[in-house]
């Protein structure tokens, strides 16, 4: 049996072609206006999951090329500050060895002094340098100043105030990098070894262990000078009752009538003085170690004496609160209630009295180091030309430590900022690579989609045409 097709069917095929012709038209027009293969989720699920997938890689690889961007000028705002700090340092120690020069008189030492003084205080300002409203060093803690001066019972001194954290920045999955060194382990890195004495007075570190940091002045005070019946017996006695000698322990003392001489322990051999003149009732004598003994030689009877003579003494920590020593204590202890410091001596080489530069060696910030290497130069304690020079040299240990953590820190900043440099091209050239990867996916081929749609509007031509004749028949037609 013949199908005819109705006049309706006719419409609804003609309706269906038109439409199925102008969609395609309209997608490959949208296609070529944003350029995009992928318009809508259901033009292509799978390529749409998969370009999800790698816009949130690329967000990711964006965050990490920010926290880098972020992260940059802070580490390069460090290194200069160190590398400042360094050349401060460097001028400071030219300053120390022309302060070691034998040949300097008091306002030599002072121009120096005020130099590296002023070195001191520039040094403070770049360790609490800023990048914005944020500190450089002080660790986590970025709102407040890391370095602050404090005066106590070793002076004016310097302390840390930040914490011992670093600020990170995440460069991958997992992957954190720090962006800054705290202050501590730059000008105030803390390797203690042990106590040690510049050497003045003879003292030495007991047996137990000693608690304490930084640097601290001991002081041994001269309390009292017995002479032997040999000497009173030929008429020498102390000059100001002793109140001016410095020496401590026994020691030998050798007067040589015959050549007019005197000695004081291994000390230099020197000449008396002429009977009768003014330097004879306060003559001074001194020992191998700089111990010196005041006599009063205007009562001498001329009477040769070989015999020993003696000081005691008494030390403190604070300089207000005094220990009498016996001289046979191998690990005397003395504590700073201020602030805690213990300490043990060795008191069995106590030679003579002075203000002693006690260090508490590998925990003297880089501060500390310069203030009191200021005030050596200042002469403050009042040494000698020889004690001077020798509590300066045992001020350079601390020295040349705090420079190599200055140099240390510089180098691991350096190191961090050419990985987050190689960080940050590698991530660029990733980012490039995932948007290549997405554009494979969602972009359209804009030869083979003026293609499509030429077609299409060709089809739709000739769909239309061809549906304007067929529309035009009627029953009629198909009966005759």
């Known amino acids: 049996m013949a199908i005819r097709p109705t006049q309706a069917s006719s419409y609804d095929n003609v309706r269906r072609g038109l439409f199925l012709n102008f969609f395609k038209l309209i997608r490959a027009q949208e296609q070529v206006a944003s350029g995009k293969r992928i318009l809508r989720p259901s033009d292509d699920p799978v390529g749409t999951s998969t370009s999800l997938a790698i816009s949130r890689q690329i967000g990711e690889v964006d965050r990490y090329r920010s926290a880098v961007a972020t992260a940059k000028p802070l580490i390069d705002a460090g290194i200069a500050a160190i590398d400042e700090a360094g050349n401060l340092y460097s001028e400071a120690r030219e300053l120390v060895v022309q302060g070691l020069n034998g040949t300097l008189n008091d306002d030599d030492r002072q121009a120096l002094s005020q130099q590296i003084e002023l070195l001191k205080e520039r040094l403070v300002e770049v360790s609490n340098s800023k990048l914005g409203e944020r500190y450089l060093f002080g660790g986590t803690e970025s ?30 999955a997992g992957v954190g990098v720090p962006v800054n060194i705290a202050g501590d382990d730059i000008f105030s890195s803390v390797e203690a070894s042990g106590a040690s004495y510049a050497g003045l007075t003879g003292l030495a570190p007991g047996t ?195 420079y190599d953590h200055m140099q240390v820190a510089q180098g691991t900043l350096g190191a961090r900022s050419q990985r987050l440099s190689a960080t940050e091209s590698r991530l660029g050239d990733f980012d490039v690579s995932l948007q290549g990867m997405k554009s494979d996916v969602e972009d359209a081929d804009i030869t083979s989609v003026i293609l499509d749609m030429t077609k299409a509007e060709q089809t739709l031509q000739l769909a239309q045409s061809t549906g304007a004749r067929l529309l035009q028949n009627t029953l009629l037609n198909y009966l005759s």
């Open 208 to 402: 137990s262990a000693d608690e304490g940091t930084g640097y601290r002045y001991v002081t041994v005070r001269h309390d009292a000078t017995t002479l032997p019946a040999a000497l009173t017996g030929a008429g020498i006695a102390l000059a100001n009752g002793g109140a001016d000698d410095t020496l401590v322990g026994d020691r030998a003392i050798t007067i040589d009538a015959s050549a007019g001489t005197i000695q004081l322990g291994s000390g230099r051999i020197v000449a008396l003085p002429a009977s009768g003149s003014a330097a004879a009732s306060n003559f001074v004598v001194r020992d191998e170690h700089g111990a010196e003994l005041y006599l009063d030689l205007s009562g001498w009877t001329g009477a040769g004496v070989t015999d020993t003579v003696s000081g005691s003494a008494s030390i403190s920590l604070d300089g207000t609160n005094f220990t009498s020593v016996a001289l046979t204590e191998t690990d005397l202890e003395l504590t700073d209630d201020t602030d805690g410091t213990t300490v043990h001596f060795d008191t069995t080489n106590l030679t003579r009295s002075g203000t002693d530069l006690l260090t508490f060696s590998g925990t003297v910030n880089a501060f500390d180091v310069l203030q009191g290497i200021a005030d050596d130069l200042l002469n403050v304690h009042g040494l000698d030309a020889q004690a001077l020079q020798q509590r300066l040299s045992a001020r350079l240990a601390e020295f040349d430590r705090n």
């Open 143 to 172: 709102s407040t100043e890391p370095f602050a001066e404090r005066t106590g019972t070793s002076g004016r001194t310097v302390e840390y105030m930040g914490n011992q954290s670093a600020r990170q920045i995440s460069i991958g």
